[in-house]
């Protein structure tokens, strides 16, 4: 009987922890496949490439719990990077500010969706395509189409190896944040819940509307500080950046076990998710794998990932 009963903990540890296992497997697979991969620049530098992803698959995540969908990221990604640098160039604003104006537009922008989403009826996919078209639309015009060069000693403060690199020190303390928020309080719950049953949710008095507009919100301003992230490590502000983030982040999201229908998913699942990504795009270009391969590779990954989420999930089968 007790045998029989490890058995059964044994394969509800693999199914609970499902993501972990294959960031682990993932990890050992590239220190063989490349020699370069378990040293201390490499791992460096895939903690300061994965902090912003992580940030903007957090953010989709709650929109996601709710429900919804959030295909502005990328595109306020662009509005952080180039606000930014913007401020710091044109204004000689100080780099904290420019970073603070920065993410408050982000969150306006994410707003706005959800104001969208929430009180017009408009789905979640129409609304924020639109605001990622106008969000696109605002960074090319702030900026005029040019990359903006940002002085040093500014916002590349934040990537300081002197300073313990600031963004990294700040990712660990938002996914701290939401994972507290997410499972140990009462907004978190609720989120939670209108994803798996909205309607009860009004019957019982609470403003629906309001969580889910603030989860677009929050989407929002940390899409716009992951923007703001990849200015400081490139000491660039662009318009251009961000592209084709959303479709990385959703990934990260549903690799993370997420469901897309709502009212399922976590919050370190989801980091796990973005850095599994991160190790696949790693590896490959440690491996020199040209890029459009990569993308084919990196897609029926994502594919088997997912698949692997179905088969071991007893309870939910819908991604």
Known sequence: MSIFKKKIDLKEFII?????????????????????????????????????????????????????I???????????????????????????????????????????????????????????????????GVAFVLSE?????????????????????PILIITLFIIVVFTIIHRYTGYGRKVIAIGSNETALQLAGVRTKQYVMSTYAISGALAALAGVF?????????????????????????IGGASLAGGKGFVLNTVAGALILGLIGNIMNLMAVPSYPQDIIKGAIIIAAVLLQIVTSKKDRTI
């Open 16 to 68: 609970n922890n499902n993501t972990f296992i294959i960031l682990l497997l993932l990890i050992v697979a590239s220190s063989f496949l490349s020699d370069t991969f378990f040293t201390t620049m490499n791992l460096r530098n895939i903690a300061l490439q994965q902090a912003g992803p992580i940030l903007v698959a957090i953010g989709l995540l709650y929109v996601i719990l709710a429900g919804g």
């Open 70 to 136: 959030d295909l502005s990221v990328g595109s306020i990604m662009a509005i952080g990077s180039t606000v930014s640098a913007i401020l710091i160039t044109d204004f000689s604003m100080h780099y904290t500010a420019s970073i603070g104006i920065a993410v408050l537009i982000g969150l306006l922008f994410g707003l706005f969706s959800g104001v969208l989403v929430a009180y017009t009826g408009i789905q979640g996919f129409v609304a924020t395509l639109a605001t990622m078209t106008i969000a696109r």
């Open 145 to 165: 189409g040019r990359p903006i060069k940002i002085e040093s000693g500014t916002i590349n403060t934040l990537v300081s190896k002197d300073l313990m690199y």
């Open 230 to 254: 990849l200015a400081a490590r490139s000491s660039t502000g662009s318009a251009t950046v961000g592209m084709g983030q959303e479709l990385d982040a959703i990934a990260a999201v549903v």
